[in-house]
């Protein structure tokens, strides 16, 4: 047998438990983490909340998540937190994303309000500078493991543009790149995003922690 297939045979798929019931977040983790990680959600375990988030910070909400399932479900569980930081709304809406017009608010209610705040503020298009931010936390068994972060720069756009990704993806234009977010291919965007950055730590720290003994 050759070397190539002494690797195959004895690499690890990981299991990952990600404490979310947001299907496109699921794929997204599925898509970046690549065939190395098997991924699954919280639909399996319907009777499993991850904890609400009360934190300050995306860093504390992710680890509240986290830890919360990570105490009724056995094995490695990850949560993200993330969000939009607009600078000409003092880093609104922040941790409030997901619910930034109200409590079950649509993605298209959520990105309605930011549009009317930066035009009732009559805020210039370069200056609407804001960042996608994102923090993983890994935990088990009721104890943090790590967290890991991403930040991907930008500016808001106005009107939406595009019909591909989620949440914010229609305003979102990355810095050097004429597309936003939903306007990208998916395999574009998972390079480049916050979230992209934050996973490529993550999956950095579990190939060291479980690398095979002997294997550089």
Known sequence: MDTNSQKEDRQIVLELILATRNAHKTREFK???????????LFANPDVSAAAETGQSFQQNAILKSVSVSKELSGLVIADDSGLEVDALGGAPGIYS???????????????????????RNIAGEKQSTRFRCVIALAQEGKVLGTFDGVVEGNIVDPPRGNGGFGYDPVFQPDGFAETFAEMAPELKNKISHRAKAIAALREALRD????????
């Open 31 to 41: 898509r970046i983490l690549g065939p190395e990680f098997a991924v699954r959600d």
């Open 98 to 120: 997901a619910r930034y017009a109200g409590e079950n608010a649509s993605d298209a209610e959520n990105v309605g309000k930011l549009l009317r705040e930066l035009r009732g």
């Open 209 to 216: 922690i479980f690398r095979p003994s002997g294997e550089y």
